[in-house]
């Protein structure tokens, strides 16, 4: 497979894919219909797979010759998938929290000195370790 041959290719239908892996398009219908690749529906009803779909074909057929059952592939992708979700949620809320401290912080070193102290006696030490953590997590 030469990827220079997809560039510009945003969708390919099952045809296309089955002429680019080599894999039966009965093979690629039995593989969504049980939840192992996605596909986009046209309105005249087409399917549509991503360029994303040839890697994971790929990945599907090594993983078969190991002897892997489709159940056991499928699963495994699916905790792949909730990983993903999971970091990515955990960086959006990384990105709130920056932002709120940030802006508690320019908060502070705008009050005066009396009142910064005051502010600083009043956060609890494990919020102070907590926020330590996310500024080097963040950074």
Not at 59 to 86: C, H, P, R, T
Not at 93 to 120: D, F, G, R, W
């Amino acid at each position: 497979m030469v990827w220079s041959d997809l560039i510009g290719i945003e969708k390919l239908r099952i045809g296309e894919l089955a002429e680019k892996t080599g894999i039966t398009r009965r093979t690629i219908d039995y593989y969504t219909t049980l939840g192992l690749l996605q596909a986009e529906r046209s309105a005249s009803n087409y399917r549509y797979y991503s360029i994303e779909m040839i890697e994971k074909l790929q990945l599907i057929e090594e993983k078969k010759a190991s002897g892997m059952s489709l159940e056991a592939i499928k699963k495994q992708f699916e905790e792949v998938q909730i990983e993903e979700v999971d970091i990515q949620e955990l960086r959006l809320q990384m990105q709130y929290l920056e932002k709120e401290v940030t802006h508690l912080i320019e908060q502070i070193n705008s009050e005066e000195k009396a009142t910064q102290h005051n502010i600083k006696q009043k956060v609890s030490s494990e919020s102070v370790a907590l926020m330590q953590s996310l500024l080097l997590l963040i950074t």
